[in-house]
T-cell receptor
Framework: KQEVTQIPAALSVPEGENLVLNCSFT??????LQWFRQDPGKGLTSLLL?????REQTSGRLNASLDKSSGRSTLYIAASQPGDSATYLC???????????FGKGTKLSVIP | NAGVMQNPRHLVRRRGQEARLRCSPM?????VYWYRQLPEEGLKFMVY????????ESGMPKERFSAEFPKEGPSILRIQQVVRGDSAAYFC??????????????FGSGTQLSVL
């Protein structure tokens, strides 16, 4: 059974800092990995999707990496802004499966 | 282009009542997924539907829960005889027709169910 763990559970940083969020999964036989942002009352927004054959994806100030063999992914946020404050979720889908297995998330607070 | 629409946003029920949660997928999307987020827990898959078909309901509790996605109208998640443990945020997601691979999911804003 796939399990996804996100560390830390909460993180508070001053504005402008670069930061890294971590995600680990127990079964390396994944189809892809996705990072989401969850804002209170606004549902989930997909940030980056990495296929299992890829090593990383970039979008603006965000960069996500994937090391399938070690069961790890990181989300790097450059030059953090107060608007980045949200809960960040990592989710994986298994090979041949459409079900996403989510971590519990990292709650990020960027202090002005 | 409207996103995935869920209603109501908040639903309060007393124990023993029925809860009906609605989800209208994005235009052109024929696949609907329901996920539940319990307090302090990650989102858990519940059910995957296509029009008029339940593809996978392996994440649904065996009793009191049912889901449908009719030919016309929104997808409905129905919870009968609600209990306090059903209190959670219920999210719906949709995706376009799959070509054999995983398609990116688009999530709604969720329905927060509170059982008194």
């Amino acid at each position: 059974k796939q399990e996804v763990t996100q560390i830390p559970a909460a993180l508070s940083v001053p504005e402008g800092e670069n930061l890294v969020l971590n995600c680990s999964f127990t079964d390396s036989a994944i189809y892809n990995l996705q990072w989401f942002r969850q804002d209170p009352g606004k549902g989930l927004t997909s940030l980056l999707l990495i296929q299992s054959s890829q090593r990383e994806q970039t979008s603006g100030r965000l960069n996500a990496s994937l090391d399938k063999s070690s069961g790890r992914s990181t989300l790097y946020i450059a030059a953090s802004q107060p608007g980045d404050s949200a809960t960040y979720l990592c989710a994986v889908s298994g090979a041949g499966s459409y079900q996403l297995t989510f971590g519990k998330g990292t709650k990020l607070s960027v202090i002005p | 282009n409207a996103g995935v629409m869920q209603n109501p946003r908040h639903l309060v029920r007393r124990r023993g009542q029925e809860a009906r949660l609605r989800c209208s997928p994005m235009k052109g999307h024929s696949h609907v997924y329901w996920y539940r987020q319990l307090p302090e827990e990650g989102l858990k898959f519940m059910v995957y539907l296509q029009k008029e078909n339940i593809i996978d309901e392996s994440g649904m509790p065996k009793e009191r829960f049912s889901a449908e996605f009719p030919k016309e109208g929104p997808s409905i998640l129905r919870i009968q005889q609600v209990v306090r443990g059903d209190s959670a945020a219920y999210f719906c997601a949709s995706s376009p027709l799959r070509d054999g691979g995983y398609e990116k999911l688009f999530f709604g804003s969720g329905t927060q169910l509170s059982v008194l």
